[in-house]
DNA sequence: GAATTGACGGGGC
DNA sequence: AGCCCCGCCAATT
């Protein structure tokens, strides 16, 4: 029996699913930043591999890849159904997250329902500690 | 309660 | 690009 607080912390991380577009990729570290409150990205793996039966048509767990644009497990599964959405995979088996990459939720949208936003990112900018 | 595992990430070299 | 190492959280043994 999962507390209150395991159920609601997968149905969170099951929200935010949700709302990657069709076509679009995010990292389970970004998911993991939208959902906030002390939720790390191998614990949305964990919440995306403990998805009930009945809810694996309605939630696109397809479109959450690791940080590279690539497929850790379940490869060929994951990669047909993302293909039909119209991702391309080089020959390395990985998409460009530079051009996938979903920038998360709308800010509206991320305040309606008590969750963050991920931090703004410019493609080929670089992270400077400086 | 300790150790290990897992659909992971990031920094450093 | 690679490789190594550490951190993170949840579940299992």
Redesign the pocket.
Known sequence: M?TPA?QA?YERIYLVVRQIPSGRLA???DVATVVGG?????????A??A?PPAQQREIP??R?V???GAI???GLE?RHLLEQEGVEFDAQGHAPMSHYRWEGPSAAWAAKHGFQTLPTRHEGEQ?S?F
């Open positions: 999962l395991e912390l990292s389970y570290g002390g939720c790390d990205a191998r614990t949305v793996g964990y995306l591999g998805i767990w397809q959450v690791n940080r590279e850790s497990t379940r994951q992270l500690l």
